[in-house]
T-cell receptor, first 117, second 114 residues
Framework: AQTVTQSQPEMSVQEAETVTLSCTYDTSENNYYLFWYKQPPSRQMILVIRQEAYKQQNATENRFSVNFQKAAKSFSLKISDSQLGDTAMYFCAFMKHDQGGSEKLVFGKGTKLTVNP | EAGVTQFPSHSVIEKGQTVTLRCDPISGHDNLYWYRRVMGKEIKFLLHFVKESKQDESGMPNNRFLAERTGGTYSTLKVQPAELEDSGVYFC????????????FGNGTRLTVT
């Protein structure tokens, strides 16, 4: 079974600075996907970024980028130029590729990020 | 495009009562998922519908939980009878295809069993 570990329960960062959230996972699969989701106080889970394991290039979405190290099974999220609206719970998630079956997400416990003014 | 909607947003019931949660996925999304987060724990998969069929219900905790998706549109998750350990936030999500399609989540239903 796959597991996802987020070792930082809470983090804080000053506005405009950069912060990196860590995520490691354990799997014997070779074909899979990795995600970061954000859950602000409004409670809606919002997709931040998605990475396909077969792609070596790290995914980026504006101020958000990942450092995907497949051999090390590491998938960290970097937030540049942090904004107050980035304050949220961040979840790392793993999805095994299963074209004919059920592609379900396995989540980490989350990291609570606070951006301070 | 309307997102995934869940109703109610909060529900407080007594142990032994019945509660039904509803999820309306994004129009056109064949895949519908239920997840649950119990306080302090990870978000856990409950089950996955493809249209009206249960593709995977391996995460359902026990037979007090019943999920349906009649007609392949909205879904309901019924808990009967509710127990204290059922308290948590229940999330619904939908996706358009398989092959790593991102899941779009609703706001969740916070269930409190007293």
């Amino acid at each position: 079974a796959q597991t996802v570990t987020q070792s930082q329960p809470e983090m804080s960062v000053q506005e405009a600075e950069t912060v990196t959230l860590s995520c490691t996972y354990d799997t014997s699969e070779n074909n899979y996907y990795l995600f970061w989701y954000k859950q602000p106080p409004s409670r809606q889970m919002i997709l931040v970024i998605r990475q396909e394991a077969y792609k070596q290039q790290n995914a980026t979405e504006n101020r958000f980028s990942v450092n995907f190290q497949k051999a090390a099974k590491s998938f960290s999220l970097k937030i540049s130029d942090s904004q107050l609206g980035d304050t949220a719970m961040y979840f790392c998630a793993f999805m095994k590729h299963d074209q004919g079956g059920s592609e379900k997400l396995v989540f980490g416990k989350g990291t609570k990020l606070t951006v301070n003014p | 495009e309307a997102g995934v909607t869940q109703f109610p947003s909060h529900s407080v019931i007594e142990k032994g009562q019945t509660v039904t949660l509803r999820c309306d996925p994004i129009s056109g999304h064949d895949n519908l998922y239920w997840y649950r987060r119990v306080m302090g724990k990870e978000i856990k998969f409950l089950l996955h519908f493809v249209k009206e069929s249960k593709q995977d219900e391996s995460g359902m905790p026990n037979n007090r939980f019943l999920a349906e998706r009649t007609g392949g549109t909205y879904s309901t998750l019924k808990v009967q009878p509710a127990e204290l350990e059922d308290s948590g936030v229940y999330f619904c999500a939908s996706s358009q295809w398989v092959g790593g399609s991102p899941l779009h989540f609703g706001n969740g239903t916070r269930l409190t069993v007293t």
